[in-house]
């Protein structure tokens, strides 16, 4: 079965520096790939969405890239801010089958 | 943008009573709703897929008869955790799509179940 590895649980970073978070999967390319934010006590909120024939996609400070050779994607936030303090989940969808959701990064950033 | 609205955000409730927990759209219409649940420090796990006006689909080991979901409109979908135990706490969460792939899923902000 599909397995999702975020090999990092936290990532500790200084404010006004670029965040790089990870997520490995072991099986077949899934057809999307998509990243969220859940904040302490809260369900996720949609980030963005690479498909599998893209290589990188950016909104605003954000930035994904999915490589299915490597069957990995980064997730990187430019230009760290105190806010950008979150956990941020991989999770990976294809046709026929649920989302599924890797553990998670916590990530926290100081001012 | 979507929004999902999620009731109540937590409930306490003595152990092997019921507790429903509601899940709407609510500018959108979603036939197809997800109920997922989360222990500290883990993934979320899918639980079932609630389908408007049809039987839910539950995944292996997660008791149907326990986990009672009905999903009687395009926009709502309950969950009611029967008989609750202890081990039953945990953080409840639903979603859907809009149909737009580019949108993603949107989520409920979660319920807090405790069992006592």
């Known amino acids: 079965s599909q397995k999702i590895e975020q090999n990092s649980e936290a990532l500790n970073i200084q404010e006004g520096k670029t965040a790089t978070l990870t997520c490995n999967y072991t099986?077949?390319?899934?057809?999307?790939l998509q990243w969220y934010r859940q904040d302490p006590g809260r369900g996720p909120v949609f980030l963005l969405l690479?498909?599998?024939?893209?290589k990188e996609k950016r909104k605003e400070r954000l930035k994904v890239t999915f490589d299915t050779t490597l069957k990995q994607s980064l997730f990187h936030i430019t230009a760290s801010q105190p806010a950008d303090s979150a956990t941020y989940l991989c999770?990976?969808?294809?046709?026929?089958?649920?989302?599924?959701f890797g553990k998670g990064t916590t990530l926290s950033v100081s001012s | 943008g979507a929004v999902v609205s999620q009731h109540p955000s937590w409930v306490i409730c003595k152990s092997g009573t019921s507790v429903k927990i509601e899940c709407r759209s609510l500018?959108?219409?979603?036939?197809?709703m997800f109920w997922y649940r989360q222990f500290p420090k883990q993934s979320l796990m899918l639980m079932a897929t609630?389908?408007?006006?049809?039987?839910?689909?539950?995944e292996q080991g997660v008791e149907k008869d326990k986990f009672l979901i009905n999903h009687a409109s395009l926009t709502l979908s309950t969950l009611t955790v029967t008989s609750a135990h202890p081990e039953d706490s945990s953080f409840y969460i639903c979603?859907?799509?809009?149909?737009?792939?580019?949108?993603?899923?949107?989520f409920g902000s979660g319920t807090r179940l405790t069992v006592v």
């Open positions: 099986n077949y390319s899934p057809a999307y």
């Open positions: 500018d959108f219409q979603a036939t197809t």
């Open positions: 690479i498909r599998e024939n893209e």
């Open positions: 979603s859907a799509r809009t149909g737009k792939v580019s949108e993603g899923y949107t």
């Open positions: 999770a990976l969808y294809q046709a026929g089958t649920a989302l599924i």
């Open positions: 609630s389908n408007e006006g049809s039987k839910a689909t539950y």
